[in-house]
C-alpha cells in the first residue's frame, strides 16, 4: 500500500466567485487561475499548486450542489508568518474571527471568515 496523506485536494465554496477570488489574492497574494471542470457544472478558480510537493491543492469552487458556511469543514494555509495575512484580511472584506495565537509547538494560527461567510485559517511556525 503507498503511503500518502489524507488530504489530496480541497473546495472552499463560494456563492459570488470573483469577489471570493478578489479577497484571496488580496490576502494571499497570489493569481488564482481558472480551471476546467470535466463535469460542466462548477466554476473553479484554483490556488497555486506544485502537485509534485508536500501538502494539497485546491480552489474556489462555485457548484449547485454545495454553498459555503461556518460550521464545516476548515482549511488551514500554510504561510511564513500569519500575522502577515491577518493584517490584509479587513481590508479584503473579511474578518478576523480569532486574532494569531499560540499552537505549541505546532506553530501560530489565526482563524478568520472570508467574504462569503466560510471560515478558514492560516497557520505557520513563526
Not at 510537493?53 to 460550521?71: C, E, F, I, Q, R
Not at 473579511?94 to 505546532?106: A, D, N
Request: hydrophobic residues 40%; glycine residues 14%.
Amino acid at each position: 500500500m503507498t503511503k500518502m496523506n489524507a488530504v489530496g485536494w480541497f473546495d472552499i465554496y463560494v456563492d459570488d466567485l470573483n469577489r471570493a477570488v478578489e479577497f484571496y489574492e488580496a490576502v494571499m497574494g497570489c493569481k488564482l487561475e481558472p480551471m476546467g471542470d470535466p463535469t460542466g457544472e462548477t466554476q473553479m478558480m484554483s490556488f497555486p499548486a506544485d502537485m509534485g510537493v508536500y501538502g494539497a491543492a485546491g480552489a474556489l469552487t462555485k457548484s449547485p450542489h454545495a454553498g459555503p458556511g461556518v460550521g464545516g469543514t476548515i482549511v488551514y494555509f500554510s504561510v511564513e508568518d500569519c500575522a502577515v495575512q491577518q493584517a490584509r484580511v479587513a481590508s479584503a472584506g473579511g474578518v478576523v474571527i480569532r486574532p494569531k495565537f499560540s499552537i505549541g509547538e505546532f506553530g501560530w494560527v489565526t482563524l478568520c471568515q472570508d467574504t462569503e461567510g466560510n471560515m478558514f485559517g492560516f497557520n505557520s511556525l513563526k
